[in-house]
């Protein structure tokens, strides 16, 4: 039974005469009358009768009716279920305490009340987020991706460069500095727990330790970020690495210290992947509120080298 047909038969119900009902509908008597037809061999009864003013309901007509418009209604509502902006941007932000998680939430305050669910899939590589996001499992994803690893169909815009910041406890050789270079760094360990083989934070920070002779490593248990700013605040040796829009929050008795690195500044790409063409006005407006809002790194940068 075609859409159409149904659509045909309401309008010229309602409307009691067929050129009525083809002027509403942007189309010729004659193929208003077509469809009337068609539909009523398709279900073997007569739907209206014709009379020389018009048409009027057979008892078959009144009784369809009211099923047509459900099937109508039913279908209108499918259509507007997934309509651009008619149900919530999808966003998959990697970690609720980086960068991309705090751009989203800033943008969702400014914009209170939108259409907005972010996701953390920290348990998935840049290359199965891409895959959620041609899979329509997430509208976009926050990842950095080198470009010749993102698939037909997806988009790609660089809309976060996170600085990093080393975080160490107070007794700390570099707690006291205001800022330190990347070369300041060499010779201290850096210890960054949960990096997993093959994710791209992994590849970031592999490049990033051979770029400037730094001893990054995730040796031993990772039992959370609780557990990782103790150590910090006990240790005298310890440093890790985190970017400057990261929030981290640990007990006033810890006086962990974040000191930014500089020239060059090593810079996180966080590269914002979504379907090629996707319309979805809250996407449309999350792209321009964190472009607008991202404040530029300045002085040297350093970044991977696909970035």
């Not at 669910?117 to 891409?130: E, F, G, I, L, N």
């Not at 760094?185 to 850096?190: E, F, K, M, N, V």
């Not at 006033?252 to 006005?281: C, K, M, N, W």
């Amino acid at each position: 039974m075609d859409v159409a047909m149904l659509r045909t038969f309401v309008t010229a119900s309602e409307a009691g005469q067929f050129q009525a009902a083809a002027d509403e509908l942007g189309v010729s008597q004659q193929a208003v009358s077509k469809r009337i037809a068609t539909l009523e061999k398709h279900l073997g009864v007569a739907l209206l009768v014709r009379t020389s003013r018009g048409s009027r309901l057979s008892l078959d007509g009144q009784v369809f009716l009211p099923h047509a418009k459900k099937v109508l209604a039913a279908l209108e509502q499918a259509e507007q279920s997934v309509r651009p902006g008619s149900r919530p941007l999808r966003v998959d932000v990697l970690n609720r305490r980086i960068a991309p998680a705090q751009a989203v939430y800033d943008f969702y305050r400014a914009h209170p009340g939108i259409a907005l669910d972010a996701v953390a899939m920290s348990d998935k590589s840049a290359v199965q987020a891409v895959q959620a996001v041609l899979d329509g499992v997430v509208d976009a994803s926050f990842r950095a991706l080198p470009p010749d690893q993102r698939p037909a169909g997806i988009s790609a815009d660089r809309l976060l460069d996170a600085p990093l910041e080393i975080l160490v406890g107070p007794a700390h050789p570099l707690a006291d500095a205001t800022w330190v270079r990347p070369a300041d760094l060499a010779g201290h360990r850096i210890w960054i727990p949960g990096i997993r083989p093959g994710t791209e934070w992994a590849a970031f920070y592999r490049e990033l330790s051979e770029a400037f002779g730094l001893s990054i490593d995730a040796l031993g248990p990772d039992f959370g970020d609780e557990a990782l700013m103790d150590a910090l605040a006990e240790s005298a040796a310890l440093a890790t690495v985190v970017g400057s829009g990261d929030r981290y929050v640990w007990p006033q008795g810890h006086d962990l210290r974040r000191i930014p690195v500089r020239e060059p500044a090593p810079v996180y790409p966080h590269v914002l992947l979504f379907r090629t063409g996707d319309q979805h006005p809250v996407l449309t407006a999350l792209r321009a509120h964190v472009r607008a809002n991202t404040q530029q790194v300045l002085g040297d940068t350093w970044a991977p080298s696909w970035a």
